[in-house]
C-alpha cells in the first residue's frame, strides 16, 4: 500500500530540506494520530497541493499530532495538456460524486456550471455552500489519489461565461449523446488547455449546445450508451488521460 498523504501549507513546505524534522498538527496531525494511528518508522508523504511532494519517516507520535523526518522533496511540474471538467449542477450528491471522480482520475481544475436544465440552483448562501462543499470533496479525493497537485474549484459559471472559456481553450469538447464523432477519435492539443462539459440530468439544451459549437467547441459522444452525469466526466477523463499521454 502507498503512504498516505498529509496536506501541508505551501509556505511551511517550501522551506524545508532532507533530515529536517517537522510537526505535523491541527486536522492533519489529529488524522495521522488518531485516525490512522500511526507508528515511529511509517512512510508518509507531505504534499502542498501545488505539486511539491515531500517523502518522509514518522519519528514520533502523540495523541493529536506527530513529528517527520524528510526525505529530499520533489516539485511536479504542471502538464503541459491541463484538463478542465466543466460539471453541471445536479441533484442530490450526484455532482459530488462526479467531482470526487474526476479528481481521482487527475482532472486539473473543475467548474461549477448553472445549465439551462440543471435541477439543483446554487444562489447567495447556497452557492457559497455548494463551493466549500466541492473543494472539500476535492481535497479528500485528491488525498486519496496521492495526489501532490489538487485540482482548482472555479467560481460558478453560467453558460454565457462557459462559452467565453470554451472559445479560449486549446480543444474544447462538449458531451452529448447526439454527438457523431467519438471521444476517442477527436484531435487532442498537445499543450493549453482542454476543457471538457458534462451536462445536467436532463442533457444540454439545444440553445446551449449551439452556443457551444458557435464558441468553438465539438460536440463528442462516448460510446453507444448513455452516462450518467455523475459517471460521464470520469469516463472521459479516463479517455482524455489516456489519449493525452497523461496515464503514461
Not at 92 to 113: K, L, N, Q, Y
Not at 114 to 142: D, F, P, Y
Request: aromatic content about 4%; charged content about 25%; glycine content about 8%.
Amino acid at each position: 500500500m502507498t503512504p498516505p498523504v498529509f496536506l501541508i501549507p505551501a509556505t511551511d513546505l517550501a522551506k524545508v530540506q532532507a533530515g529536517d524534522r517537522f510537526p505535523v498538527t491541527g486536522e492533519e496531525g489529529r488524522h495521522g494520530a488518531a485516525a490512522l494511528r500511526l507508528r515511529s518508522g511509517e512512510s508518509v508523504v507531505l504534499v502542498d497541493g501545488d505539486g511539491r511532494r515531500v517523502p518522509a519517516t514518522v519519528a514520533d507520535v502523540t495523541r493529536d499530532s506527530f513529528v517527520v523526518e524528510l526525505a529530499t522533496p520533489h516539485d511536479e511540474p504542471p502538464p503541459a495538456l491541463s484538463i478542465t471538467a466543466v460539471q453541471a449542477l445536479a441533484k442530490g450528491d450526484r455532482a459530488d460524486s462526479a467531482v470526487e471522480m474526476m479528481t481521482e482520475a487527475g482532472v486539473d481544475r473543475i467548474i461549477p456550471w448553472s445549465a439551462s436544465r440543471s435541477i439543483a440552483v446554487w444562489k447567495g448562501e447556497r452557492a457559497e455552500r455548494g463551493l466549500r462543499r466541492w473543494n472539500a470533496v476535492v481535497r479528500a479525493a485528491s488525498k486519496q489519489a496521492r495526489r501532490a497537485r489538487f485540482p482548482q474549484v472555479a467560481p460558478l459559471h453560467n453558460t454565457d461565461q462557459l462559452a467565453e472559456l470554451l472559445g479560449s481553450a486549446a480543444t474544447a469538447l462538449v458531451l452529448h449523446e447526439s454527438a457523431e464523432q467519438p471521444l476517442s477519435t477527436v484531435p487532442l492539443a498537445s499543450i493549453g488547455e482542454l476543457v471538457l462539459v458534462v451536462g445536467p440530468e436532463g442533457g444540454i439544451s439545444d440553445d446551449e449546445l449551439d452556443r457551444f459549437r458557435t464558441a468553438g467547441a465539438t460536440p463528442v459522444r462516448l460510446g453507444g450508451s448513455v452516462l450518467r452525469t455523475s459517471t460521464a466526466g470520469v469516463v472521459a477523463a479516463a479517455v482524455v488521460m489516456t489519449r493525452s499521454g497523461r496515464w503514461q
